[in-house]
């Protein structure tokens, strides 16, 4: 998903997605949204988010960067398992200045995810949500798809915006916080393109729970019937914060 050019109403239009990936991989592009940078990786522009956070503009462009390659490695195909790197690049608005987007910073690493060496890609299907935090923290949630033997898997990306700068070397302005199974999609490989398998398509219905105490809100799955055959039920994620990400209670 990328943000429009004239960014949120009223607001200066926002730095467009070249710009973005310019900044986070010190790489020109020449317009491209997927370029090879360094070391046999690609980047990739993913989504792009504009907000609030206490009396602060920022927006965010966030790039996935598929794994370096050296040598004869180049020829192999990425495994199941191999993630990719999600980088984000932010900016503050600042009224009157020139540009009014001042780039505040990039990182390289903000957590991984995908598999086969890519990453999930937006689900624009789906709305983008939401959790502000009254010390100036985010949690924003991407939903996302990925497709897996003629199965589009849906998922969420958990992504955490600290409202302090990073103080230590394991500080994050943004981390990735986890990937969400959501429900699934089998119309390709059900029905008639073959009768022997029953089709399914369900959409887990994401619900933030606050919680006393807590700043990261509880999250829950709602998967409704799927056309009677199966019961709704409710998954519980709840943030540990030894392993810095959402886990499945």
Partial sequence: ???????????????????????????DGDGALSYPIVNGATINHWHAH??????TRYYTGFAWLSPSVYGSAQAHYPEPGQQ?????????????????????GSELDIGAFGGYGRGNRVDTARQVQSWPMPDGDLLLVVPALYDDSGITQRTLELLHFSGSLPQGGDDRRWRHLGTLDAGSDNSASCGEANPRIACRDVTGQLRFVGEAGQTLPVI???FPENAGKAPMHAVQYRFDPQTRQYRRR
């Fill in 220 to 222: 829950w799955l709602v």
């Fill in 50 to 55: 504009a907000f609030q956070s206490q009396q």
């Fill in 1 to 27: 998903m990328q943000a429009s050019a004239s960014g949120v109403a009223g607001l200066p239009p926002v730095p467009d997605a070249r710009q973005v990936l310019s900044l986070i991989s010190d790489v």
């Fill in 84 to 104: 990719a790197v999600l980088a984000q690049a932010t900016f503050v608005l600042t009224p009157g200045a020139e540009p009014a987007w001042r780039w505040e």
